[in-house]
């Protein structure tokens, strides 16, 4: 089902009314297309005094052909607005940010961007994780005001990874993080190795995706398929003509495989024949009922799926080395499992769970090279979200900066950035896929 209210709000007629009456007003969000650029106009740059990272912003730009300006456009708008923070030395500096976007908050284009780029607060003396600290509440502030699609997101960048910006910029610049705003990102120390073609940075690698038939997992499928990967698409027997059909769209492979069955990390380990480079913990249900009315069968299923399956499969991948040195594995949580949903205490408590598993495997798998994160979808359109209620439909949808729902596209192409060789100095994060949703923010 679509969404019919962002449908008409975006018409002649609607545009006039829902202005008119102050209805919530849903953008047309800019999504990728392969071959687009990376922003609608030029980029600003500001920066702190004393920042580290403005030079490497300018070059890893220049090199995606995006056109940078010092300062504001006098005719026209910015594609976007980086500012470089990673100078602040404490909070009476803060004003800077003041003196960069008060001038600047309207010249932004519909579904720009604006970047923050700091340092980690744990990585700063305490005046200056002070101020580090102080920009999170500018950068979800910042994705509530100014509207029209515009997402605006932090970034912190450890010393030692002023090299490792260049696959992160192209994902926040781009259609690629349409329904991503509001988040804090961290990337580590290191210089990742750079994808020889930036339109395929996936290929060479094989990539496993659980709970691809359908979905989420299908788009998962095919956004790592598109960016060059060689897919295994695996999800119960019971799904196996759905399967079969997104193997074939992907070129992939098929595997019909029940994970909470006895024995399915020994099965998958043999039938994978080689290591992997991307495995992505898509697979998932629900039994929504208040845990009052819930049996204890609702509970346990829902966490058998959702969080048990991926640790033992984690477990059992990496005892026999079959996820390689460099590879990556993603999780998906939900804002359900940040925010607590009423109904939902089985599936809140599992995707909880897959957060707490991304947090403390992080330490053990950079040892080993591998790096491992979370996407956490909010109100995403899908076949399940379409049977909600009415109200409560209507009510995922608005409560967010977006003031729409999401699609699985959103999910999968935040996936692939995780996936991206790029990327490899970024584990241990969660990053919701919600529109900035009021909840939980």
Known sequence: MGDRYASFANSGPGRGLVKRLGLPDPPRLRRYTPGDPLTEGPVLIG??????????????????????????????????????????????????????????ARSVHRCGRVIVLGTPPSSAGPHEATAQRALEGLTRSIGKEFGRGITSQLVHVEPGGEGALESTLRFLLSGRSAYVSGQVITIGAGSPPTPADWQQPLAGRTALVTGAARGIGAAIARVLARDGAEVIALDVPQAGDALAGVANDVRGRALQLDLTAAGAGERLASYLGGPLDIVVHNAGITRDRTIAKMDAAGWQSV???????????????????????????????????????????????????????????????????????????????????????VALREAGRRMNSMAQGGLPVDVAETIAWFASPGSATITGNVVRVCGQSLLGA
């Open 47 to 104: 920066a702190a005094p004393g920042g580290r990272l403005g030079d490497q912003v300018r070059k890893v730009l220049s090199a995606a052909g995006v056109e940078t300006v010092d300062e504001p456009l006098t005719d026209g708008r910015h594609g976007a607005l980086i500012f470089d923070a990673t100078g602040l030395s404490g909070p009476e500096e803060l004003s800077h940010l003041y003196e960069f976007f008060h001038p600047t």
């Open 303 to 389: 966490l058998a799926v959702n969080l048990v399956a991926p640790e033992r499969l984690n477990e059992a991948l990496l005892a026999r080395e079959l996820i390689r040195g460099g590879g990556t594995i993603v999780g998906v949580a939900s804002i359900a499992g940040i925010a607590g949903n009423r109904g939902q205490t089985n599936y809140a408590t599992s995707k909880a769970g897959v957060i707490g598993l991304v947090e403390s495997s992080a330490p053990a798998l950079r040892e080993r090279g591998i790096t491992i994160n979370a996407v956490a979808p909010g109100f995403i359109e899908t076949a399940m979200t379409a049977k909600m209620p």
